[in-house]
């Protein structure tokens, strides 16, 4: 990113930013991409794109191309960002200006790679929107360009996120009944999916893959696009359908931090100790290993429900030192010092590295729950540690 940035912006010139409107009035393509979260009853919340797009409506000229980037619940584009568009400008879309939506399909770490070499799914208002936007992403997109309306495409954006937080949250139950059943998910994962990809015959391809249970969903995108498309459906549905198990998913995945606290009661009650009072060491706060994003993390609603029990809590993370009001700490021993149980949300690397005998000294406690798989269970009960992790055997 850094050697592109510097040919666009030293040697070309081809690239500026600015907080200025002015260069809307010459431009020939449009991209609007903005936060579009939901609140706290999963109503999406639009103030940025309404904004922008009254004030690209205001600006552009006849001919223009608006290409919505941003996530949307489905009919968003078609039913509130044509109309602003069309009231600010008085022109019409698919007449007077050409009006699209194509989504990113990015992810931290990987944003160049994917931009250019995964397939864009453009929809446009119009066959003709349709054209005038892949004209705009065949220069730099090297992947196949599939062509659809934008209620299609704001729809395949929001399902194909819902998809991977439906199988985490499969994920995650089948953990739940390992849990209860007394064997290791991980055992059962491996085993289901060796099942082999067979391309022979695809319509009896026998391959499985099940997600990786854990400790919790974070990020941008899955916590919140299962709402955007419920909303959707809701709004410009033509009839009442509830989509249970896309919601039910969104409702198990957001409850695994809770469960990381029921497994900490139960370690804690083994030592015949309560939370209330416990100095807790919670390691990652960041909802990505090895990142700083802290978009939606699950860390968080885990340390406000140890606070509000009466917990001591102290946060390490090698990526961040505050966020949203909590002071996290990068000295690991500092963290560990005296604590009476350690709580794994994030598997950062440097976990991987921390010796059981270096935890077993600081600790005034030997209590683990593991919430991503990182400690061998077998090594941490032969050093007398009690361990708990997402989808293991209790004892």
Not at 21 to 39: C, H, K, M, N, S
Not at 241 to 247: D, N, Q, T
Not at 323 to 341: F, M, N, P, R, V
Request: charged share 25%.
């Amino acid at each position: 990113m850094e050697e592109l940035i510097h040919r666009v912006v030293i040697e070309k010139k081809t690239f500026c930013v600015t907080d200025s409107l002015d260069p809307l009035e010459d431009a020939d393509y449009i991209l609007i991409d903005v936060q579009t979260p939901v609140d706290e009853r999963y109503v999406p919340q639009y103030v940025s794109l309404k904004e922008v797009s009254a004030e690209a409506g205001k600006r552009m000229k006849r001919g223009a191309c608006v290409i919505i980037e941003s996530t949307c619940a489905p009919g968003t584009t078609s039913y509130i960002v044509k109309d602003i568009i069309e009231k600010s400008s008085g022109m019409k879309a698919g007449e007077d200006f050409h009006l699209a939506f194509s989504y990113e399909r990015v992810m931290v770490g990987r944003l160049l790679h994917n931009i250019i070499n995964l397939p864009r799914i453009v929809g446009g208002f119009s066959p003709e929107c349709t054209r005038k936007a892949v004209w705009l992403y065949k220069h730099f997109v090297k992947a196949e360009l599939l062509e659809t309306d934008c209620l299609t495409a704001e729809v395949a954006k929001v399902v194909e996120n819902a998809y991977r937080d439906v199988n985490i949250a499969f994920a995650n139950e089948v953990a739940l009944a390992c849990e209860s059943l007394g064997v290791d998910v991980f055992d059962v994962r491996r085993f289901v999916n060796s099942l082999p990809n067979d391309p022979s015959n695809p319509s009896a391809n026998p391959v499985r893959n099940l997600h990786f249970p854990g400790a919790g969903v974070g990020g941008h995108c899955l916590p919140k696009d299962s709402w955007l498309l419920k909303y959707g459906l809701d709004t410009y549905g033509t009839f009442k359908f509830e989509p249970k198990v896309i919601m039910e998913s969104r409702f198990r995945n957001d409850l695994m931090p809770h469960h990381m606290i029921e497994l900490l009661k139960e370690a804690m009650e083994e030592m015949s100790l309560s939370i209330k009072g416990a100095k807790v060491c919670v390691l990652g706060y960041a909802f990505l290993e090895n990142s700083d994003d802290t978009r939606n993390t699950p860390s968080r609603p885990l340390i406000l429900e140890l606070q509000e029990i009466g917990a001591d809590v102290v946060v390490h993370d090698p990526y961040l030192k505050e966020e949203d009001g909590i002071t996290i700490h990068q000295d690991l021993d500092y963290c560990l010092k005296d604590s009476d149980a350690v709580v794994l949300i994030t598997k950062h690397k440097e976990y991987f590295d921390l010796e059981m005998a270096r935890m077993k000294e600081l600790l005034k406690t030997p209590i683990i729950i593991d919430g991503r798989n990182v400690w061998s269970p077998s090594e941490a009960r032969s050093m007398s540690f009690v361990y708990k992790g997402i989808g293991k055997k209790k004892h």
